[in-house]
């Protein structure tokens, strides 16, 4: 069908929101289509009570180590969700027990700017995403369940994470936002 390599992919996504489009992904992209091997994490596989620092540590060692690609589908509040700035800068950190992966978001149908192209509003997807869009470390699209577009997207960030140099200056979240929109923070020197 493709001869594009299959990849080990992470989903990042705001687990209450969007759970069935990750289902959905997993689905086509990993069982039908067979392009991609998920590395995510599974419902449960964390229990309940973790403190937040475990959370971030067995996600980064256990899962994110192991992948090569990190896709984030983006829904109208996955920009406020901590784990998700975490995933991502855990994503575009290169140390040796870690090596970077590549980067991209997907717009769900569920998001304000899903169908306007490369159009959308900086405001509502991640900052950490943004900013590395901006770098052209990491690309956005649409939703699409085409396995020939998901399957050069995913290599096409595969090849980057070794000739773009990312943006991981912004400060980690401490907190889940609140709001409409995220405000420019203080970045890192």
Not at 76 to 104: M, Y
Not at 112 to 138: K, M, S, V, W
Not at 152 to 178: E, G, L, M
Request: charged residues 30%.
């Amino acid at each position: 069908m493709w001869s594009i390599p299959r990849h080990k992919v992470f989903i990042s996504y705001h687990h209450e929101n969007d759970q069935k489009y990750r289902t959905r992904f997993e689905r086509l992209f990993a069982d039908v289509y067979d392009i991609l091997d998920s590395r995510s994490v599974r419902i449960g596989a964390i229990p309940q009570g973790t403190p937040l620092d475990e959370i971030s540590r067995r996600i980064r060692d256990d899962y994110l180590s192991d992948s090569t690609v990190t896709v984030v589908l983006v829904g109208n509040d996955t920009w406020r969700r901590k784990h998700v700035d975490w995933e991502i800068a855990a994503t575009v950190r290169d140390t040796d027990a870690n090596p970077r992966s590549g980067l991209l978001g997907i717009l769900l149908p569920t998001h304000p700017d899903f169908g306007d192209g490369n159009d959308y509003n900086q405001y509502t997807i991640p900052p950490r995403l943004h900013y590395n869009i901006e770098c052209d470390f990491a690309d956005l699209y649409d939703w699409s369940e085409s396995p020939n577009e998901m399957a050069s997207w995913i290599h096409a960030a595969y090849q980057r994470r070794r000739t773009v140099i990312p943006d991981n200056s912004s400060v980690r979240f401490a907190k889940n936002w609140k709001g409409t929109r995220w405000y420019p923070r203080q970045r890192e020197d």
